[in-house]
């Protein structure tokens, strides 16, 4: 009937899953207004309405966003690559536990094995997926169905493992970049929290005094603020994540790809409104209370905080570099040869090819950052890593210049 449609609800045709709504008015209508990462955790992980709890593909050309794992299992071979080095730092040890937190269709894991299987290295490769949601854990067992050189086992968290005398590698990528974060701002000098609050029948935001004294530790910490009149996102799980996840490892490294920057350019003044970005169908959006729950959300990592975090939990920083420099150097541009001059058919030439470029691209995939840490190896240098790079010292202070690392 056409009289029962309201032409000016603004709700209407926004898309937002109305579950996951109502029970964010209840909370708020309860509680008061949530912090922006009790509405994040919600939007992405409620049990039932999440974003990343639903079965819906997410995560692809069929979903809302592209990962590197899923542009071409080229990403997985040169991942392996670096695994193999690591197992030789490690003095090629019979077997070799490896964890990937935040698998997302479980591509990586199958590629990674993958590789690792054909090169028939003299090693056990233990590999185990740690995936709290049940609806992501099947989609990596269908992904994993046929994988035939490793078992593959799964667990909800890090802390659910048990400690393991094997060397251990840690993997992720794009996971610390989903994490629930803060907002804050900075007004008169002082840090607010932006709160989410639901009134006159929309979510907005609301500003207030922070919610947690660790917000302000979290800057105190790095010794800056973002500047007058910007916000930002703080995210306090990625650290605590860094400790757990250097508890899982008596010896061995920690491999972690996101988007993100040191903190100084993170928070720079230049940085007016944070880097929280919201994707719906390959489009990044800047609203994050429409589509609530169906589409992603997003914020850079800061990774000098999760470089000192795991520093103090007893890792070194070994390297922090951007994809495009550490794929580039852990032989992306093999296997291009161009048709004319090797067996490669002209239409693997141009996959090889545009899947390279994607994945190297600086303003998208290649910008991503890589850190390695290590635990009880030493300071190796590293092939894929500059050198220069390769201390906690560089994380810390490298200043970028306006524009470059912008979203
Ligand atoms: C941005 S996706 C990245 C997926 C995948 N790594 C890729 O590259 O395609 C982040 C994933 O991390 C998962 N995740 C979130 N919190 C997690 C946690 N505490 N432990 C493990 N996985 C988590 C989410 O469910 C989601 O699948």
New binding site residues.
Partial sequence: MLSSVDPWDSQQGSGNTPELERVLIERIASEGPLTFAEFMAAA??HPRHGY??TAAR???RDGD?I????VHPVFGGLVARQLVEFWELLGRPEALSLI??????G??ARDVLATLGRAALPVRWDYTI????PA?RSRQQETLAGTEFARVRWAD??AALPPTPTPTVVL????L???PVHRVAVLGGALREIYVNYEDGRFHDREGPPSSPELERYFQALGLLPGEGCSAEVNL?APR?MVEAAACVRRGFLLT?DYGAPAAALFAPWRRGGTLLCFSHHAAGQDPYVRIGRQ?L?AHVDFTTIARAGRDAGLETLGFATQAEVLTALGIGEGLAAPGEGTLALEQYMQRRAAAVELLDPAGLGRIRILVQGKGVGEPLLRAFPPGAATLHAIESSPEPPGKDAP
């Fill in positions: 992405l992980y990343y709890t997410r995560i692809g966003y990962t590197s794992p899923e990937e937190a935040g698998a997302g269709n591509t990586l740690i995936e709290p949601h992501a968290s890090l992720s990528n794009e996971l970049d989903a994490l799980g994540w790809f992603d997003t």
